[in-house]
């Protein structure tokens, strides 16, 4: 069935929402109401915090904070404020935003913003809830405002307007949403894309979706798997097949993980949901509900909209959550947040090393605009921001201020290991990005636990440009070639991930010699589209498959898997 919305706000939810099959929509047909300016004015802004990284928290408490701002005058003292003052609060010299119902003076914050000072500058005076709860984790606002930075509170004809106010592409995300079919018809993985790519913010698309360049690589990452063949055996018997195995110690329903991605707050569904008094984007929490019912290990991204305690405090009694993290140039930081990971719990530490420049949508940018720069140069992220999202003025003299790259620390080395380990005593230490055979050696050598071979789902180095980009699979592949003791080490596992989109994807990495593989993009689908019961249902698919793809294949248990069911020589 195609989708038929009897709304006017149809045609917009149908640009995006085409190929999606839905059920007919039973909702109510009411006409869309004007849009606010300050929602329409959050939405255009949400295009910088697709642009993005890190992430923000909860709401403070509910009662005024005792370091009432004093230079606010009788505001500060316990009056209330309303959107019309809060307003005039919009340029450099008094900035104010408003983060569930309470407002601050991020005045002298402007310039030191990690995420740069235009996307405030932009939103000052205006209620920034939704934005900042998608892409910073709570404890972002401690570490980063004063308690004197508060000013007061949102008066109540303000909060009832704020929890009115719906922007055109939450109305359109809405109406989408009304027409979905239940998740009982969700058949495979890309099911899950398109009812994603329908529901999620245009921005947050943008970022989830894209690759580096030419995206020759995120293509391949997958054709890699049609270009090996299976070599199924019969007449046995395979009445009992067992898809379990362990990961890293941790038993495994089926032997995958949840690769860590950034900010899954920004699609998932509750972030549609506006409450200024209950702001639930859910992201990773979702994806651990969900990993935890189907029973497998979810890494967190270091830019995760969730902090780790949160993710925990969502999470199963024992069940295990790993931490993924970017090494910083000022290495005091990253040893704090290893510090902070083990002492929340973290199961094991992902370093990823093939980001010595960071990705993403911000890329290149002006020094001028922010100081946590990307790179991986994503056009078509680029392109959907730049000339769709928010095009630049016509007009407008050439920007000439000097290009920025972010880096994470370029002096990152294999002795690196050594000093994660001191960090985090006992925990598995895993080497997230190699790219060639070699490298998994060294780390085997260099007393990693594991390695995921991974290009970042093609998203920092096309390959095009160069063949250290190659797919996964083909490394692996060298790997079985050049060094196949790596792969058969009682404490050191080869993962592998980017393009797994079946069971049978899974199965093939596996006889090469994977223990495990990690989704990434296919999660953020799964929470994206229907939360933590979404990822669940990706985890059941999986699963099928698996089971299928093993009894068809003649094997009863993971570990039978090996390179004589394959035939590489199309790879
Ligand atoms: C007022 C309290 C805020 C604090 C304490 C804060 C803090 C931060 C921090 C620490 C980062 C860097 C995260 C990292 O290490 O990657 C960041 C990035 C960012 N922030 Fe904020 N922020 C605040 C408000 C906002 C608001 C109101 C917006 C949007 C309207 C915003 C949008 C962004 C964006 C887009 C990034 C870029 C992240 C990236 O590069 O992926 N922030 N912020
Ligand atoms: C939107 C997005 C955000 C990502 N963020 C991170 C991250 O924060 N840290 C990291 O190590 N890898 C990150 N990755 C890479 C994934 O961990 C993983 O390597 C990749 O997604 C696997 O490819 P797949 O999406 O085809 O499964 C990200 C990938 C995507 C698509």
């Not at 790596?486 to 404490?491: C, G």
């Not at 990434?520 to 589209?529: E, K, L, N, W, Y």
Request: proline share 5%.
């Amino acid at each position: 069935m195609t989708l038929t919305l009897a709304r006017p706000l149809a045609r917009a939810a149908l640009r995006t929402a085409r190929s999606v099959p839905v059920r007919a929509s039973s909702t109510s047909s009411a006409a869309p109401r004007a849009v606010p300016r300050t929602a329409r004015l959050l939405a255009a802004a949400a295009l910088g915090a697709g642009a993005t990284f890190l992430a923000l928290s909860e709401p403070a408490a509910a009662e005024a904070p005792p370091h009432a701002k004093a230079s606010a005058g009788s505001i500060a003292t316990g009056g209330k404020i309303s959107l019309a003052q809060l307003a005039k609060h919009s340029h450099s010299k008094s900035l104010w935003i408003a983060i569930d119902g309470k407002v601050y003076d991020v005045t002298d914050f402007l310039d030191r913003h990690p995420g740069g000072s235009k996307i405030l500058a932009e939103n000052g005076g205006k209620d920034v809830s939704k934005l900042f709860h998608s892409i910073h984790p709570p404890t972002t606002f401690d570490k980063y405002i004063r308690p004197d930075q508060y000013v007061g509170q949102l008066d109540e004809e303000s909060l009832y307007t704020l929890s009115k106010e719906t922007s055109e592409e939450e109305q359109r995300i809405q109406a989408t949403r009304d027409a979905m079919f239940g998740i009982n018809s969700v058949v495979s993985l890309s099911d899950l894309e398109r009812l994603a790519e329908a529901v999620v913010p245009r921005h947050a698309w943008a970022y989830y979706s894209t690759g580096a360049d030419t995206e020759a690589a995120l293509g391949e990452n997958a054709n890699a798997f049609k270009r090996v063949y299976f070599r199924p055996r019969t007449m046995r018997d395979v009445s009992n097949t067992d898809t379990s195995t362990t990961v890293l110690g941790v038993k495994s329903s089926i032997p995958v993980y949840i690769s860590p991605t950034a900010r899954n707050g920004m699609g998932h569904p509750e972030v549609g949901v506006r409450s200024v008094t209950a702001l639930t984007s859910q992201g990773e929490a979702a994806v651990a509900r969900g990993a935890g019912e189907a029973g497998i290990l979810q890494v967190l991204s270091h830019f995760a909209s969730k902090s780790l305690d949160e993710v925990k405090a969502a999470a199963k009694d024992g069940q295990q959550v790993g931490y993924q993290l970017y090494l910083q140039p000022d290495r005091e930081q990253s040893a704090e947040a290893v510090r902070e990971a083990v002492k929340n719990g973290a199961h094991s530490i992902w370093l990823t090393v093939d980001t010595t420049i960071v990705g993403g949508a911000l890329c290149i940018i002006r020094k001028s605009e922010a100081h946590l720069m990307q790179l991986g140069k994503r056009e078509t992220e680029r392109r959907i921001l730049a000339q769709e999202l928010s095009p630049a003025p016509h007009g407008q003299p050439l920007n000439r201020a000097p290009l920025d790259y972010g880096m994470s620390e370029p002096k990152m080395t294999w002795d690196d290991i050594a000093w994660i380990r001191s960090l985090a005593p006992g925990l598995p230490v895993v080497i997230k990005g190699i790219g060639a055979w070699e490298d998994v050696v060294l780390a085997y050598q260099k007393g990693a636990d594991a390695v995921v071979l991974s290009n970042h789902g093609g998203r920092q180095l096309d390959f095009k440009l160069t063949r250290s980009a190659q797919p996964p699979l083909k490394t692996l592949y060298d790997v079985h070639q050049h060094a196949p003791d790596t792969l058969h080490q009682p404490n050191f596992s080869v993962f592998l991930d980017g393009g797994i989109r079946h069971g049978t994807d899974v199965l093939k990495a596996l006889c090469l010699g994977a223990k495990a593989v990690g989704l990434g993009r296919p999660a953020i689908h799964a929470v994206s589209a229907y939360g933590s019961e979404g990822v669940e249902k990706m985890i059941m698919i999986l699963q099928e498959e698996i089971d299928i793809g093993m009894k068809l294949l003649g094997v009863t248990s993971v570990d039978q898997l090996g390179p004589e069911y394959l035939d590489t020589s199309k790879l």
